[in-house]
């Protein structure tokens, strides 16, 4: 991991260096998703179930691609409880986090008796992307399938790659928990595409939400205004930002934690300290030679991690406000009084004992955050992505005829004569 120091003069153009990783999608890459979602819309299943077969080893018209509540059900009987009662446990606390989230429909009503208001209605269908294979992510179903339940959504469609066709049990059971209803064996640019579109066995949805790889972000930024979506996401990452008190041990392993993700993971330390930045950057050189996914870790760190010393406190948390990490842990003393400081992080751990990975699997929080720096103007998944809003007008005579000669002047100020007429055969009755 390399080191830089705010007081030398290029240490932004570094920085700007590691944050723009993620901005670009290969041509390739684009080439291919395109292709893919042009199949998909015109030939439905037939092109949906030929890249399943290429791509994740089995053949859906032979074994099936739908797994049932049933099915999910029985995933439970083959589980032990060392892990049910953890998933049991983080589905509570999601739940009630999330619980907070919930938006009422409200009207105002003036004196003049018009009815203003908002209605907040839940979206009727929504797909749910799922990773799926060897790196099933049971953690992903429940951070999404429990703020759809909780909005109310009509229709939840989830879909997950199962390569070879192998199912993972832990997902399943997890799916359960949450309260799914249907899981469909397909994934990748293909799975976003009937998404969106709809084929003979996938349904049509509204908006599409989760997690996956550059082949299914891409597939859901192209599609953005066929359907919905939650966000661009892009390779996790995380910001340490600690004080001379932070203990090394603790900021390597959650500098790892993250860099384990992928080889596209970053990982930021930041700290005014000079003798831990040395200290922590030794380490993670050490440690990262002792995880099962080594290789993984040291790209990671060599090609998208980055120490930055600054001058002092304040200093580091513009850094961080620069960075709008994924992740933003505060190591540091009386971390709570410091947070009015954070304008740009998707989520904020607080002190020495808040890791980000308690906040992946147990808090409560949501885990699907943004990521690429969007936090600047993007907010966790939660229970108002499942929802819209509509705005209620409903003026009366007197409403209109007080307020109507505004509207008209305003329209004929916009060369709008027809917008002008439309309010004027209201209050000259």
Known sequence: MEVINTREGSWQDRLNSILARTRQVPDEIDEAVREIIDAVREKGDVALFDYTNRFDGFDPAEEGITITRDEMGNALSRLGEDILVPLRQAASRIEKFHLYQKEDSWTIKEDNGSILGQQVTPIDRVGIYIPGGKNAFPSTVLMNVIPAKIAGVGRIVVVSPTPDGIVNDT?????????????????????????????????????????????????????????????????????????????????????????????????????????????????????????????????????????????????????????????????????????????????????????????????????????????????????????????????????????????????????????????????KQ
């Not at 059971?173 to 003979?200: D, R, W």
């Not at 992740?327 to 400081?341: P, T, V």
């Not at 002190?351 to 936090?375: F, K, M, Q, V, W």
């Open 171 to 427: 997902l399943l059971a997890a799916a359960h928990i949450a309260g799914a209803e249907e899981i469909f064996k397909v994934g990748g640019a293909q799975a976003v595409a009937a998404l969106a579109y709809g084929t003979q066995s996938i349904p049509k949805v509204d908006k599409v939400v989760g997690p996956g790889n550059i082949y299914v972000a891409h597939a859901k930024r192209l599609l953005m205004g066929t359907i919905g979506i939650d966000a661009f996401a892009g390779p996790s990452e995380i910001l340490v930002l600690a004080d001379e008190h932070a203990d090394a041990r603790m900021v390597v392993a959650d500098l790892l934690s993250q860099a384990e993700h992928d080889s596209m993971a970053s990982s930021i330390f930041v700290t005014p300290s000079e003798s831990l930045a040395q200290d922590v950057v030794d380490r993670c050189a050490r440690e990262a030679e002792t995880l099962p996914r080594k290789e993984v870790v040291t790209s990671s760190l060599k090609n998208h991690g980055i120490c930055v010393v600054t001058r002092d406190l304040d200093e580091a948390f513009l850094v961080a406000n620069t960075v709008a990490p994924e992740h933003l842990e505060l190591m540091i003393l009386d971390a709570y009084e410091h947070i009015g400081k954070v304008r740009n992080a998707g989520a904020i751990f607080l002190g020495y004992y808040s890791p980000e990975a308690i906040g992946d699997y147990i808090a409560g929080p949501n885990h699907t955050l943004p990521t690429g720096s969007t936090s600047r103007f993007s907010s966790p998944l939660g229970v108002y992505d499942f929802v819209k809003r509509s705005s209620i007008i409903g003026f009366t005579q007197q409403a209109t005829r007080e307020l109507g000669p505004l509207a008209v002047k305003i329209a004929r100020a916009e060369n709008l004569e027809a917008h002008a007429r439309s309010v004027e055969t209201r209050f």
